[in-house]
């Protein structure tokens, strides 16, 4: 009787012993099989700050810096702990619960963290890049070669996001009702090919990898790039929580000087560059390199003019805040000011200098 | 019509005698000297089950988006596994999947879940003592413990997040919360089966209270204490996905996720293989455990 106790005491506690103690599985590790990498600059010794970084699986430069490992090659003494996020929404979740400090999120997300109720203490100081033909609007029926012809068909996009805010944009465009002419659903990326294999939506405005196998068997008649070509442009942007900016500028110095590398690699040398999106992408480089066409990636002197960070951005900022009012996703518009100090081009001008 | 009717059931029929017939079947389908052994009818289903699957991707009835062939999964299974280029032909090595092999991401898992599990024990045990011992303490508790209880874990894991930020820490309250009623709501249960003759029994003998405790009470609720864990792990086992939604890399559940969300549906299965078989070792574990600390179990 107390030999089998003894020994079942034993099993239990050398098991919980092996599983809490023995062999613990760190989180955020970083690939570790990628070359050593050195910093294209002299590296800043002196910044000892830690960092966490939020990011997502979308190909920009971000991913380039995360994969090569050049925020801890040029900052040997700083501690960056990296997340991933599925959605701008998580990352904003995130802020709200002081878990991050730097993140990606789209223009839309932005916004919502800017405005009521949120009101998050965070600034834009990135743009990771202007979205394009990389978020497009796919119809199954191959007859149907304009929005127009949509009408009274089923629309699937994911509330909140920025292809959503693209969609609305462009019914508004051609003079179509969306609660009327057309039927709108929420639906997230990856339940998209099931409802569409099953008929029960007839077009979608989605991302990659849902848009390519879409795209097998339905066409392509509007893209994000056509919304952004008639003013109302959607951005995947980085943030950084202002306390953080503030006291660290000369890390965000690094990050951005680090961000705008990732930029050149892509425009320049497509080749290395879709090496480190395929690691974190899981998909093959020559497929990942085909992914860039679908975004516009703009180098650190470019965002900082009056195009972008300097001015622009916090327009768009505002007009996608009357947008998302209008969905109900936040509970007014804030004075454009908010939105313009919501901007920080700081960053993007030590970059660029 | 009629004669194929007799024919289906010819041991009602059997000179052997109809009384013998029924158990006879049993014991040879519970294990014994002759005929099915159970693990023989569970192989054999095992393998009708992945050659119908095999067939069903063979004939290419299903695009390999929906169900993938079984081949491919067990393909994902080895890349997520291994050290692997990141496509063919190309230099790069990566690392398993997302950073990590399978077997950290269900080891990363098992850590939430032993933590979770193991604060429900630490907690719901005393916990559910007091409330069945102290009176007023049961009827102010036990509401909230219902309560408790009812809550989808998807629900309000989006709080626990804003409250302990997207580390483990909300991911093992996640898994504390889901484990620790079940575990309360079994030793409630246990100490109210304990018959009260027998402890006035042992105190009429001449027990002290302690004795009385230690030699009724707690061999009598551990049973169903067991049982408490036992259903509370499974209860882990289904919340560890949700609390893995967000940052759960490593972690088998956000493993299965993310695979999702980037349609890789072969690794999507092949973690939720995992999943299932982990889970019932694990259950296998605790009923072994119970076998040795509660033989005399189901035999009173």
Known sequence: ?353 | MAQPAVQDNPSRTDPAGSDDAFPSRWRRFGGSESGFHPWIIRITVLAATLLMWWLVTKLELVKPLYLPTPGSVWNAFVLANTDHPVAPGVDRMVRGAQNYYLWEHLLASLQRIGIGVGAAIIFGIPLGLLMSTVKWIGIVTEPYLNFLRSLPPLGYIGLLIVWFGIGDTSKVWLLFLAAFPPITMATISGVRGVREDQINAVLTLGASRRQSLTTVMVPATLPEVLNGIRVAVGFAWTTVVAAELNNGIPGIGGLAYAAGTELKTPLTIACIIVIGIAAVALDGLIKLLEKLLVPWRGKA
């Open chain 1, 1 to 353: 009787m107390l030999r089998p106790t003894t020994l079942a005491i034993g099993v239990t506690t050398a098991t919980l012993a092996l599983t809490l103690a023995g062999c613990g599985v760190e989180s955020g590790r970083e690939a570790s099989t990628s070359k050593e990498t050195k910093c294209p600059w002299t590296p800043d010794k002196s910044v000892t700050t830690s960092a966490r970084i939020a990011y997502q699986k979308i190909p920009n430069a971000d991913l380039v810096v995360k994969d090569l490992s050049v925020l801890k090659a040029c900052m040997p003494n700083a501690k960056i702990k990296y997340s991933n996020f599925a959605s701008g929404g998580d990352v904003v979740q995130a802020y709200g619960s002081k878990s991050v400090d730097i993140g990606l999120m789209g223009s839309s997300p932005a916004t919502i963290a800017l405005s009521e109720p949120l009101n998050l203490p965070v600034s834009v100081v990135w743009i990771h890049d202007v979205i394009g033909t990389a978020e497009s609007l796919v119809v199954r029926d191959k007859s149907v070669n304009d929005l127009k012809g949509l009408k009274g068909k089923t629309i699937a996009v994911p509330f909140g996001s920025t292809a959503h805010f693209s969609l609305l944009q462009a019914l508004q465009d051609d003079d179509m009702d969306q609660a009327k002419d057309v039927k709108l659903i929420n639906l997230e990326p990856e339940k998209m090919a099931a409802a569409w294999q099953g008929k029960q939506i007839d077009a979608a405005w989605v991302w990659d990898p849902v848009l390519s196998e879409l795209k097998k068997t339905g066409q392509v008649v509007l893209s994000s790039e056509d919304t952004a070509e008639a003013g109302k442009p959607t951005y995947d942007l980085g943030t950084a929580s202002n306390d953080f900016v503030q006291k660290n500028p000369a890390f965000m110095k690094q990050w951005a000087k680090a961000q705008d590398y990732g930029v050149k690699m892509l425009t320049d040398d497509p080749e290395k560059a879709s090496e480190s999106i395929a690691v974190e992408l899981g998909v093959s480089p020559e497929d990942a390199q085909k992914l860039f066409e679908g975004y516009e990636y703009l180098p650190a002197a470019q965002q900082a003019d009056q195009d972008h960070l300097g001015k622009k951005m916090s327009e768009d900022l505002f007009a996608t805040s009357k947008f998302l009012f209008g969905q109900g996703s936040i509970d007014k518009v804030a004075a454009p000011t908010v939105y313009a100090d919501g901007v920080d081009a700081g960053p993007a001008e030590e970059a660029a200098k």
